[in-house]
């Protein structure tokens, strides 16, 4: 089961910063955070992922809680291309699989 | 980089027969799972390997799945009978383990409609 909770929708305007929360109450501490998304008809593409501090890189920014229990996930300027559904996922290692929830389906309007 | 390679994109058969859906992975990438997509279920696991090792096969449906992985570079998810229950978006994935800053990256999947 995922152990993550997210709302099933958000919309947002394009051009504007998108935020997608997601809730990890029951994280471990070795467990990081991972986002992933879905675009239609196409396989889960990585965004980025984090442990406890915040991370950036070319495609979103990460903000974790100092607790750990919840995160965000920030597209800075969202475009049409960006509709899709996003996963937050909690991971221990790399040997590991990742679990799947239902995810955020994020509607982005022009 | 060519990414996660799936074959066929597509897939008709008819309920009875055998099906046989590829992939592979990327190159260096020692682990590999196979994941279902359905409306009702969204994304399962069915299996994953790492150094062509199946760790965790207990996400696969039924005896009629199997899963092979002969060489770090190809692995094959077979269903034999098909049933129309089976119709869903088979992906593949893999990962370069056990670091955890490797992700997993994704094939385009294999639609599967079993009729």
């Known amino acids: 089961d995922a152990k993550t909770t997210q709302p099933p929708s958000m919309d947002c305007a394009e051009g504007r910063a998108a935020n997608l929360p997601c809730n990890h109450s029951t994280i471990s501490g070795n467990e990081y955070v991972y986002w992933y998304r879905q675009i239609h008809s196409q396989g889960p593409q990585y965004i980025i992922h984090?442990?406890?501090n915040n991370e950036t890189n070319e495609m979103a920014s990460l903000i974790i809680t100092e607790d750990r229990k919840s995160s965000t996930l920030i597209l800075p300027h969202a475009t049409l291309r960006d509709t899709a559904v996003y996963y937050c996922i909690v991971r221990a290692s790399g040997n590991t699989p990742l679990v799947f929830g239902k995810g955020t389906r994020l509607s982005v309007i022009a | 980089d060519a990414g996660v390679i799936q074959s066929p994109r597509h897939e008709v058969t008819e309920m009875g027969q055998e099906v046989t859906l590829r992939c592979k992975p990327i190159?260096?990438?020692?682990?590999l799972f196979w994941y279902r997509q359905t409306m009702m279920r969204g994304l399962e696991l069915l299996i994953y390997?790492?150094?062509?090792?199946?760790?965790?096969d207990s996400g696969m449906p039924e005896d009629r799945f199997s899963a092979k992985m002969p060489n770090a570079s190809f692995s094959t998810l077979k269903i034999q009978p098909s049933e129309p229950r089976d119709s869903a978006v088979y992906f593949c994935?893999?990962?370069?383990?056990?670091?955890?800053?490797?992700?997993?990256?994704f094939g385009n999947g294999t639609r599967l409609t079993v009729t």
């Open positions: 190159s260096g990438h020692n682990s």
């Open positions: 390997f790492n150094n062509n090792v199946p760790i965790d």
């Open positions: 984090g442990l406890k």
């Open positions: 994935a893999s990962s370069l383990a056990p670091s955890v800053n490797s992700p997993l990256h």
